[in-house]
């Protein structure tokens, strides 16, 4: 059962522009939400991270939004950059606990 | 500051037999998670560490087996390697109480 589903499969941007990914997830039980950035070859790396007693949260370009409610959260990525291509991967955890469960992975090309 | 290690980077097995993959956590760090990531796919939890002792498995038989040593290293143990057993594996390393996870770059195991 995938417990947090992610969208889009791929995605073409721009340079310059905003790119959006979409998790949701199922399990109410989940209290921390990452977004992971991977490249070929390598283990993923963390980009940003947010709890879900907040809405929103920014570190330079990137932007995580956050919908309890709905159980949904996003990724934008502004002023996309060619170096911004990698597979970006949603997660959450539970409470108490870090055992990650992982969206399938968006693939990201930033066009120059 | 010393970040995931993994050894080796690269293995190929035959069916039938036995692997022994190893991690070394970032420094300070007491817990470790192991994932399993099939190509085109999300990381998925094996197992996680904490001092020592399993906390928490995810969804793979017994023949998936870990140790954690007194200086928090790790083993990944794997009996009985089927080929859909390829897949590019990944440690990472956290405090339990705080969520962040960090990745090694992973070994990727090819069965054959």
């Known amino acids: 059962q995938q417990q947090v589903k992610q969208s889009p499969q791929s995605l073409i941007v721009q340079k310059g522009g905003i790119s959006i990914i979409n998790c949701a997830y199922e399990?109410?039980?989940?209290?921390?939400f990452p977004w992971y950035q991977q490249f070929p070859g390598k283990g993923p790396a963390l980009l940003i991270a947010i709890r879900p007693d907040v809405s929103e949260k920014k570190e330079g370009r990137f932007t995580i939004s956050f919908n309890k409610s709905a159980k949904q959260f996003s990724l934008h990525i502004m002023d996309s950059q060619p170096g911004d291509s990698a597979t970006y991967f949603c997660a959450a955890s539970p409470e108490y606990g870090n055992k990650l469960v992982f969206g399938a992975g968006t693939i990201l090309r930033v066009k120059s | 500051e010393t970040g995931v290690t993994q050894s080796p980077t690269h293995l190929i097995k035959t069916r039938g037999q036995q692997v022994t993959l190893r991690c070394s956590s970032q420094?300070?760090?007491?817990?470790v998670s192991w994932y399993q990531q099939a190509l085109g796919q999300g990381p998925q939890f094996i197992f996680q560490?904490?001092?020592?002792?399993?906390?928490g498995r995810g969804n793979f038989p017994p023949r998936f087996s870990g140790l954690q040593f007194p200086n928090y290293s790790s083993e990944l143990n794997v009996n009985a390697l089927e080929l859909d057993d390829s897949a590019l594996y990944l440690c990472?390393?956290?405090?339990?109480?705080?969520?962040?996870?960090?990745f090694g770059p992973g070994t990727r195991l090819l069965v054959l």
């Open positions: 560490y904490y001092r020592e002792e399993e906390n």
């Open positions: 420094s300070g760090h007491n817990t």
């Open positions: 990472a390393s956290s405090l339990l109480t705080i969520e962040t996870q960090y």
């Open positions: 399990n109410t039980a989940f209290d921390y």
